[in-house]
């Protein structure tokens, strides 16, 4: 068996206070006058090997406490290979978890904060000799090779949260894959170990992927939000998909609530070109509502707009961005049969919006369908 921290062994000097305790309180002895003796004396010689065996309880159960406290903060381990015992370098290899979920407010400050903490604190109290990988969700070239404990605390100030998401199981693969490089150079490493930071969200987290694994040790720390409750813009779609100058546009917009409290008077925002609506919604525990917006369409060309929500929580799912195309006309090919009838080109001339054109079934040819938007059989 061996230690990840051996220093903190010299902390069994602490199993003399419970001995002290031990042999010089229960020691104390009050004198009590009685006018004979005869009684107390044959009821002193039962209990007092009672006694003894008490405090002698007593006593052991504060030397393992002590003895359990101590062993747990060296980190006892047992190799499973002999790559330490070659003279190589330790690697501790650091995961920090930096999508957007990370920063939602833990007991200290944002999730990643936690983390980025976290990790300094192992960085400093490592052996000087080991060799350190910081890994983000970026997985950078930079980020998979080996450093030095200065140059990991440097570049620990450096992590941003990020919009990019891996799974947890292409992490490691990556990080094995390098450290199997490093070895390929002749660089002799010693024990390798995983410290994962990370809210491990269901989406990252693939647990079939992790088996035993005889060369590696894993770390896995979970942060936990102290409120995971979120809202976010689920999708947005239009009743219609045609969009004319002068008529009025229905949105669809799906807000969802991941919380467990209900909400009353969520604010919607939407913003399209000049136009702006706000609308008040509510919404269940762990549920969804669609609510539609109606505003005008009045300029041509591409039109881009955002949807917002009011979250006190999590901000980067607040705004969902969308865009169209309104055009000025809407081109329209009938292509008719043997029997065809005159109905439905009667209906299209009604509205300036479609232009019409109309061909015999033995005229068609697939390039007519370039600049059409829609076609009639």
């Not at 044959?42 to 009672?50: E, L």
């Not at 957007?100 to 052996?127: D, V």
């Not at 881009?304 to 929580?313: C, E, I, L």
């Amino acid at each position: 068996m061996k230690f990840v921290y051996p220093e903190f062994l010299w902390a069994f000097g602490v199993l003399l206070i419970p001995v002290i305790i031990h042999l010089f309180n229960f020691r104390r002895y009050k004198t009590l006058y009685f006018s004979s003796l005869k009684f107390i004396q044959f009821v002193d010689q039962q209990t007092r090997s009672t006694k003894n065996l008490k405090h002698l309880l007593v006593l052991i159960s504060r030397l393992l406490a002590f003895t359990f406290i101590v062993i747990a903060f060296a980190q006892p381990y047992i190799p499973t290979s002999g790559k330490s015992d070659k003279g190589g370098k330790p690697v501790l290899a650091i995961y920090i978890d930096n999508s957007f979920s990370m920063t939602l407010k833990g007991t200290e400050g944002e999730l990643i904060s936690e983390a980025r903490e976290l990790a300094r604190k192992m960085i400093q109290k490592a052996p000087a000799d080991t060799r350190f990988m910081l890994v983000t969700n970026n997985l950078s070239g930079v980020e998979l090779r080996l450093t030095t404990k200065i140059d990991a605390l440097e570049r620990l100030d450096k992590i941003k949260e990020s919009p990019l998401f891996r799974p947890l199981s292409m992490v490691i693969e990556k990080m094995k894959g390098s450290l199997k490089r490093e070895k390929e150079t002749n660089q002799k490493l010693g024990m390798e170990q995983f410290v994962l930071f990370s809210d491990f969200q269901k989406k990252s987290f693939d647990p079939e992927f992790f088996t035993e694994d005889t060369e590696v040790f894993y770390h896995p720390i979970k942060l936990v939000p102290q409120d995971a409750s979120n809202l976010v813009v689920d999708s947005v779609w239009f009743t219609s998909p045609i969009h004319k100058i002068g008529t009025s546009n229905e949105l669809n917009v799906r807000v969802s609530n991941k919380g467990k409290n209900d909400l009353t008077n969520v604010e919607l925002h939407l913003v399209v070109g000049n136009i702006k609506r706000d609308v008040f919604i509510d919404l269940e525990a762990n549920s969804y509502s669609t609510t539609v917006i109606n505003y005008p369409e009045q300029a041509l060309g591409i039109q881009k707009g955002v949807v917002s929500v009011n979250d006190k929580q999590f901000f980067q799912d607040d705004d969902y961005y969308f865009n169209y195309q309104v055009s000025s006309n809407s081109n329209v090919l009938i292509v008719n049969g043997e029997n065809a009838v005159s109905n439905i080109s009667l209906v299209y001339s009604l509205d300036n919006f479609y232009a019409v054109k109309e061909i015999q079934q033995n005229e068609f040819m697939l390039d007519a369908l370039k600049e059409i938007d829609l076609g009639l059989q």
